[in-house]
Nanobody
Framework: QVQLVESGGGLVHTGGSLRLSCAAS????????VGWYRQAPGKQRELVATITRASRTNYADSVEGRFTISRDNDKNTVYLQMNSLKPEDTAVYYC????????WGQGTQVTVSS
């Protein structure tokens, strides 16, 4: 019964910024942990950031200090603010929610040019 829809991806130059959004379809959104994964061509999907119902956050070493995850429970939405982007950040970014099984969005493409 969970649907997740990502938006906000696009093409930026090295050093630029993007903000990704993920809208969830369930009214009980506020009680669940949510996060972002990414998958580059030919590579495994990797965890980027998570945020719990208590707003505790964790980040992959590769993005800590550059990316910020946040949530707006009134809008049933999780965000990923991405600053100082690098070409190696290029990937499809996926929203995820645990209730407690994991649910996935469709993904949004982020491309960072050299």
């Amino acid at each position: 019964q969970v649907q997740l829809v990502e938006s906000g991806g696009g093409l930026v130059h090295t050093g630029g910024s993007l903000r990704l959004s993920c809208a969830a379809s369930l009214s009980t959104f506020s009680i669940y942990a949510v996060g972002w994964y990414r998958q580059a061509p030919g590579k495994q999907r990797e965890l980027v950031a998570t945020i719990t119902r208590a707003s505790r956050t964790n980040y992959a070493d590769s993005v800590e200090g550059r990316f910020t995850i946040s949530r707006d429970n009134d809008k049933n939405t999780v965000y990923l603010q991405m600053n100082s982007l690098k070409p190696e950040d290029t990937a499809v970014y996926y929203c995820a929610l645990w209730n407690p099984s994991i649910h996935w969005g469709q993904g949004t493409q982020v491309t960072v040019s050299s």
